[in-house]
């Protein structure tokens, strides 16, 4: 074996064969080459920290939840709001039973407490004068009764009566006040409810303008449904007129011609559903058109 130059090494070797001279075979020469192998260079890989992102608050209603004194929170607002903002309500809201015909607010006077209902229904109603009135708005477990101070307003321009026994839960106006400006999901859900319950005073304006007393009373039979769990509506005739804005005559007449068709039974101070889906059918537009806004506040 040879070293012929810096880079060639030659390499001969002979071995016993029939080929070549002398019967030696010989092995022609192998070139190697030097291979010149690069260090290799490690980056340094800087682990940045793991840091987690604040949750954003959830927009589901949660399941359960209770007041201070152990009761069932059944109101969609107190039910959808985070934990964070409704621990802020907690200590704040009184349980209270809420008997038919119960004034909570009447118009021209400070607003010393805002309701959310559990179940019952609150009836908004306009006033003349002469004593007369008419309903312009509903308010169930879907939403909160004092909707004047979400916008600073201390007096309603409404009655705000029971028009069905129910509880629910209130709490004093300014402390109310104060929990609202630093819940910013309870702000939300309250301004959406505001803006549905808007639509439905100037639908109602419409319907009380343009149909007759029969389909306005289907119209508000079926809305009243909507917010309660039972068929049996505790509902008088003369109660009917006031917030309907006819005679009780005429009112009277309508319950004949729905109980006759099988739709509803007349009881004595109750209203029986029979047949929702039949009423749906023959109901005006303006229940549809409201309805609309049913899902969205939590109803049926």
């Not at 040879?2 to 070139?31: C, F, M, Y």
């Not at 690069?38 to 340094?44: E, F, I, S």
């Not at 008419?134 to 309603?156: A, D, P, S």
Request: hydrophobic share 40%; glycine share 8%.
């Amino acid at each position: 074996m040879t070293l012929s130059s810096r880079n060639v090494t030659r390499v001969a070797k002979e071995i016993p064969g029939k080929d070549g001279v002398d019967g030696r075979r010989t092995i022609k020469p192998v070139t190697m080459k030097r291979v010149t192998i690069k260090p290799v260079t490690m980056k340094r890989t800087t682990m940045k920290p793991m840091t987690s992102k604040p949750a954003k608050p959830s927009s589901q209603p949660v399941a359960f939840r209770a007041d201070a004194a152990g009761k069932v929170i059944s109101n969609v607002i107190l039910l959808s709001v985070p934990d964070s903002e409704y621990d802020l309500l907690r200590p704040h809201l009184e349980p209270v039973t809420l008997p038919q015909y119960q004034i909570l607010q009447d118009p021209g006077q400070k607003i010393e407490f805002t309701y959310f209902l559990n179940d019952g229904m609150c009836s908004l109603v306009a006033l003349s004068r002469d004593g007369r009135s008419v309903e312009v708005g509903i308010v169930g477990k879907e939403g909160m009764v004092g909707m004047g101070l979400t916008v600073g307003l201390r007096q309603t321009a409404f009655r705000a009566i029971m028009q069905m026994s129910g509880s629910g839960v209130r709490i004093r106006s300014d402390v109310f006040q104060e929990i609202w400006l630093a819940s910013p999901v309870l702000r939300a859900k309250l301004g959406r409810f505001a803006l549905m319950q808007g639509m439905q005073v100037a639908q109602l304006a419409a319907c009380n303008r343009l149909h007759e007393v029969e389909q306005r009373l289907i119209r508000w039979l079926l809305m009243c449904h909507d917010r309660v769990d039972f068929d049996m509506l505790p509902l008088t005739h003369e109660f009917l007129a006031q917030m309907l804005g006819a005679g009780r005559p005429s009112v009277s007449l309508a319950t004949a011609v729905l109980e006759n068709a099988g739709l509803i039974e007349n009881l004595r101070g109750t209203v029986k559903i029979l047949n929702r889906k039949s009423l749906e059918e023959i109901v005006c537009e303006c229940y549809a058109v409201i309805q609309r806004f049913n899902g969205g506040m939590g109803l049926k």
